[in-house]
Structures are given as C-alpha cells and as structure tokens.
Nanobody, 114 residues
Framework: QVQLVESGGGSVQAGGSLRLSCAAS????????MAWYRQAPGKQRELVAE???????HYADFVKGRFTISRDNAKSTVHLQMNELKPEDTAVYYC????????WGPGTQVTVSS
C-alpha cells in the first residue's frame, strides 16, 4: 500500500521560511511526477510546484522566485523550500505523486501571519 508522509508545516511570520518534505513508500511503480498542491479555506486546490523524474520543474506564477521544489529519486522524497512567505500562502499543502495513478498525502497546514 502506497503511503505519502508529509512533514515541515507550521506557523511563521510574513517574510519567513518553511521547508516541506514528503516521503513516498510502498509503490511498485516508478514515480514520474512529484508535486505540491495547496488548498486555502473556501478555495479550490491548486498546483504549487511540480518536478518530474528527470528534474524538470514547473511553478505556479504566484510562487516563482520564492519557492523551490527538489526531489531525491533514490529516497522517493520531494521537498518544497518556501521563502519570503506571505499571508496569502496560508493553506493546507498536499504532496502528490503520479505512478500508475495520482496519489495524495493527508496534507500539512502552513499558516503565515502578517
């Protein structure tokens, strides 16, 4: 059974930094895409950043220059370094991987106060 375990969420003041991590285990398939999504109260879930197995990355416009996604294929982990955090970054952040299907972690809360 595939499990995604997220860590690193928390509360921080505007301008601060947090680093999210997600470890995938139990998959029999190669992980192609690893990504972070977020969902703020009353809003739809949206893609924050994605990284493919070969290292190609894609960022949402609202995080470009502030967030960096990285992965370790050998450890099946993905990280999101979040700098210059803003109150509007407050959301539940979800790790997602695509193997034979798209899988989701339980989410981790990120709260940015002004």
């Amino acid at each position: 059974q595939v499990q995604l375990v997220e860590s690193g969420g928390g509360s921080v003041q505007a301008g601060g930094s947090l680093r999210l991590s997600c470890a995938a285990s139990g998959t029999r398939f190669s992980i192609n895409s690893m990504a972070w999504y977020r969902q703020a109260p009353g809003k739809q879930r949206e893609l924050v950043a994605e990284i493919l197995r070969g290292g190609s990355t894609h960022y949402a416009d609202f995080v470009k220059g502030r967030f960096t996604i990285s992965r370790d294929n050998a450890k099946s982990t993905v990280h999101l370094q979040m700098n210059e955090l803003k109150p509007e970054d407050t959301a539940v952040y979800y790790c997602s991987v695509i193997t034979s299907s798209q899988l989701w972690g339980p989410g981790t809360q990120v709260t940015v106060s002004s």
